[in-house]
């Protein structure tokens, strides 16, 4: 089956044109967490002067952020799982062992 005719198009996209959309949401949010960032930070400090060359790296830093911050958790929940594994499959084998199932 042809995946544009799944998704209801006639006409598929580049890989570049996708990438580029993706990309392009990627900056546009960075940019409004920045900016975002900064406007709250002027609220509690009327006096400070930030130039609009920081707001862009700001928002970048954010999303940064929160992905590392997800994939720790991400790494934390995949291990958890295998412990879990391990543990019923040691009781699995035990269960064997001593003939109780």
């Known amino acids: 089956m042809n995946i544009s005719f799944a998704q209801g198009t006639t006409e598929a ?3 570049d044109a ?3 959309q993706i990309l392009t949401f ?3 949010l ?3 967490i920045g900016l975002w960032i900064i406007k709250a930070v ?3 400090f009327p006096r400070s002067i ?3 060359s920081i707001i862009d790296p700001l928002g970048f ?3 940064l952020t929160l992905f590392m911050f997800l ?3 991400a790494k934390k929940i995949a291990w958890i799982i295998v412990c879990v594994g391990w543990i019923l499959l040691f009781i699995r084998i035990l269960i064997i062992i001593f003939k109780l199932g």
Do not use: C, E
Request: proline letters at 8%.
């Open 71 to 73: 994939v720790g958790i």
């Open 30 to 32: 960075a940019h409004q």
């Open 61 to 63: 830093l954010i999303i």
């Open 13 to 15: 996209k580049p890989l």
């Open 18 to 20: 996708i990438l580029h």
């Open 42 to 44: 002027q609220s509690l």
């Open 50 to 52: 930030f130039p609009d």
């Open 26 to 28: 990627i900056y546009f």
